[in-house]
């Protein structure tokens, strides 16, 4: 028994047994091996999807940028499109205004001007009233009248006096400046004297060669409305 248990080895037995612990260790390596590979497969597919989340992420921030300098910009130039509305807006309200004051000015001056010229139209028919009235009150106390109203007695009695009124001199004289005067005064034209005659029937009778024309047209111009 002895004998066979310390029975040296033989050869192909010693090669047997190294061959088994070289394939060990070559599958031990091998499998070490795969697993680094597995392992740098993995490490590369995290680095990878981590990349790929890098860049996506970076992508939504240059997007989300992209995106709010757009709104920006939009906002910016809705801003300058709003103030530039205002703007024109307030440039047209102020032309209007601008012209509105002008249009007042225009007829405040207008209204002034309407009144200096009604004003003097006024002063200059009351200065030519009190000229009228000077002139008919002089022509009236030289021909022994009071007034246009109340006529000259001539005569000596009363049955054999006339009555004869300051128009009717003046027609009879031809005098057609104070006709028109006494006309304007308010005298009528169809005011008869004692011997019921008008300052027109009295003006043709001493109508001579065209003598009292001025003055028949004046009394016709005022007793007709002709020309």
């Known amino acids: 028994m002895e004998g066979l248990l310390c029975a040296p080895r033989g050869r192909g037995t010693d090669s047997v047994v190294v061959n088994a612990s070289v394939m060990a260790a070559q599958e031990a390596e091998a499998e070490r091996l795969r697993a680094e590979e597995v392992q740098r497969m993995l490490e590369a597919e995290a680095a990878e999807r981590a990349s790929l989340e890098e860049k ?35 440039e047209e309200a102020q032309i209007v205004i601008e012209a509105s004051l002008r249009e007042e000015e225009l007829l405040r001056q207008e209204q002034e001007e309407e009144a200096r010229r009604v004003e003097a139209e006024r002063l200059r028919a009351e200065q030519a009233t009190r000229e009228r009235q000077g002139q008919i009150m002089a022509f009236c106390t030289r021909y022994g009248f009071n007034n246009l109203k109340e006529p000259r007695r001539d ?49 043709e009778k001493k109508n001579s060669f065209g003598s009292h024309n001025a003055v028949l047209q004046v009394l016709r111009n005022n007793t007709f409305g002709g020309a």
């Open 56 to 90: 996506e992420r970076r992508l939504r921030v240059e997007e989300e940028a992209r995106e709010q300098a757009r709104l920006a910009e939009e906002a910016r130039l809705a801003e300058e499109a709003r103030l530039a509305e205002e703007a024109r807006l307030t």
């Open 155 to 203: 005569g000596c009695s009363i049955l054999g006096a006339t009555s004869i009124y300051a128009l009717h001199q003046a027609a009879k004289l031809g005098d057609a400046k104070m006709v028109k005067m006494m006309l304007e005064e308010g005298a009528s034209p169809l005011q008869q004297n004692s011997s019921k005659k008008t300052a027109m029937q009295l003006a």
